[in-house]
């Protein structure tokens, strides 16, 4: 079954912990991107992924880290510094043809901070 | 930097026609996407136009006019499951996405 899995589907978190929010796909995707939807708003990229072991901050990253030790794996860590971690966060993929600009999304993790 | 506009609610009938209309100034362009939220979903792709003109798939249609930095998403004969959230999005120079605020159409009966 292809496709693009997140968990868990709802996280509740303490205020001063870190937690890590699960994105894996199996679709062979090169590129990989965690965005960040508050209510009523649209999409904020937070970190991208075009290839692995290599990662970039998109335009709100702080507060946050990602790795990408595999092509299939890109887990996003919400740390304390993050005043703000109350939201929906999305991953989505990208393949790698030249032409190919489509982004595919996750069912997404909407994460409380308690 | 990167600016796209785009009307924050909208209502409409059932059976109805309603376009939603998507603005956007950005350094340099690559393509517009219009995608499909429902609430606490994930976005589902609807259309992509990297060219000037109308695209059309089924009910839905895109249209781009690159000179006017300007699309907008038409839904025809609308049904209660269109009530949702549209998302505009360009693609800029480089591989990042930059979306619009979304547009909420609730259809109503």
């Known amino acids: 079954d292809g496709g693009i899995t997140q968990s868990p589907k709802y996280l509740f978190r303490k205020e001063g912990q870190n937690v890590t929010l699960s994105c894996e796909q199996n679709?062979?995707?090169?590129?990989m991107y965690w965005y960040r939807q508050d209510p009523g708003q649209g999409l904020r990229l937070i970190y991208y992924?075009?290839?692995?072991?290599?990662?970039q901050k998109g335009d709100i990253a702080e507060g946050y880290s990602v790795s990408r030790e595999k092509k299939e794996s890109f887990p996003l860590t919400v740390t304390s510094a993050q005043k703000n971690p109350t939201a929906f966060y999305l991953c989505a993929t990208k393949s790698g043809g030249a032409w190919e600009e489509t982004q595919y999304f996750g069912p997404g993790t909407r994460l409380l901070v308690l | 930097g990167q600016n796209i506009d785009q009307p924050t609610e909208m209502t409409a009938t059932e059976g109805a026609i309603v376009q939603i209309n998507c603005t956007y100034q950005t350094s340099g362009f690559n393509g517009l996407f219009w995608y499909q939220q429902h609430a606490g979903e994930a976005p589902t792709f609807l259309s992509y136009?990297?060219?000037?003109g109308l695209e059309e798939k089924g009910r839905f249609s895109s249209f781009l006019s690159r000179s006017k930095g300007y699309s907008y998403l038409l839904l025809k004969e609308l049904q209660m499951k269109d009530s949702a959230s549209y998302l505009c999005a360009v693609v800029p120079a480089g591989n990042k996405l930059t979306f619009g605020g979304g547009t909420r159409v609730l259809v109503k009966p």
């Open positions: 679709l062979n995707h090169d590129a």
């Open positions: 992924s075009q290839i692995v072991n290599d990662f």
């Open positions: 136009n990297v060219l000037d």
